[in-house]
């Protein structure tokens, strides 16, 4: 789907465009208006449309564009940015919607490996941005822009800053929510270390490593827009990314603290259940010891013997005097284990 808006200095709100009354070329917009096309779910006619005709890019631009549709399994393309001679390129992953849900429901189980793609494309004049699922970042900026239009006059720099900005927001619940499980997670470590436990520690720990892989490599991409080194991003406006790098910076180390504190509770889970085991182990062990006299005894005591021993097989007093030596023996094997602060 095609979705475009465009500003000029006479108008204080956006006019939707429709697709067949686009300029022919980003060429044909003025220098004083501002065009954002934002293709959702695209068909590739409407991507030959944009990028072929409207705004031809470069081929390896246009390869990263489509990955996800070209290689369905291989997941979305790695955060980067790149100047071209009349356009920047930029590349980012934002959470996936599903994410979004699960982190807000208590429940943040979806693999990161299907984590979306928004691609963007800027000039002076148009912004260009692709992405095959629908995205809340893109779509609460369409909403901020529609109530505000005067801001959107600033340049496509300060749009896909506005993106960017949502974009990074969106990491605040999960990783309050990845916390707070933790800090469960770390009482049962300690109390029931259970199996299920430790498979909920490793879920937790994929998650956490690729939101660290995936935020480490925005993180690059923001510092390069911070550092003025690209024409395309206003003096002016590079504060705002600054901003929005800040923001990123501290959702990276609250990421890296919890995959720090993950892989502490798994070291600290398999600590606890090797003593939980060395527990059982020594107590069955105990019980081994003590019974083994007794059974020692059993054994002896039920051969077949007539008067060589005292008192006799048929003694009246034969079986209690088993019985209580047994008792006997299992009183002082417990004696020597305190004695010994063995238990």
């Known amino acids: ?30 220098a004083d208006d501002v065009l954002w096309i934002d293709l959702t779910d695209p068909t590739p006619e409407e991507e030959e449309r944009v ?15 489509t990955k996800p549709r070209r290689e369905a399994g291989q997941g979305a393309h790695l955060p980067k940015v790149e100047e071209f001679a009349d356009y920047l390129f930029v590349v980012v992953n934002p959470l996936p919607t599903a994410l979004l849900e699960n982190a807000a429901t ?15 494309v800027l000039t002076p004049t148009v912004l ?24 959107a006059r600033r340049g496509p720099d300060y749009l896909f800053h506005l993106i960017l900005d949502a974009m990074v927001d969106e990491y605040a619940p999960l990783v309050d929510r990845v916390s ?16 299920d436990t430790l498979q909920r520690l490793l879920r937790l720990k994929r998650l956490v490593s690729g939101l660290r892989k995936t935020l480490i490599l925005e993180r690059e991409v923001l510092a390069r827009l911070t550092r003025g080194e690209f024409e395309l991003v206003d ?45 059982v182990m020594k107590l069955l062990t ?19 013997f007539e008067d060589s021993v005292a008192p006799s097989y048929h003694s009246p007093y034969g079986f209690w005097f088993a019985l209580g030596l047994m008792a006997g023996t299992g009183l002082v094997s417990y004696a020597l284990f305190r004695w010994r602060r063995w238990v």
């Not at 707070?180 to 199996?195: A, K, M």
């Open 51 to 65: 990028f072929g005709r409207f705004f031809r890019v470069h081929d390896l631009t246009r390869g990263d564009i």
């Open 180 to 195: 707070g499980r933790l800090d469960r997670l770390e009482s049962h470590v300690f109390r029931n270390p259970t199996p």
């Open 235 to 279: 003096d002016r406006e590079i504060a705002y990314y600054r901003n929005v790098y800040d923001h990123l910076v501290r959702y990276t180390e609250l990421v890296e603290s919890a995959r720090e504190m993950v892989s502490d509770l798994m070291e600290s889970h398999l600590a606890a259940a090797s003593n939980r085991l060395n527990q």
């Open 106 to 120: 208590g429940s943040p189980q979806v693999r990161l490996r299907d984590r979306p793609q928004l691609s963007a």
């Open 128 to 151: 260009l941005t692709h992405h095959y699922t629908p995205l809340a970042c893109v779509q609460q900026v369409s909403d901020y822009v529609a109530r505000h239009g005067e801001c």
């Open 286 to 304: 105990m019980i081994s010891t003590v019974v083994l006299p007794m059974t020692l005894i059993a054994g002896i005591y039920g051969m077949n």
């Open 1 to 30: 789907m095609l979705t475009a808006h465009r500003w000029n200095a006479a108008t204080r709100t956006p006019e939707p465009v429709a697709a067949d009354a686009l300029p022919a070329t980003a060429a044909d917009v003025p």
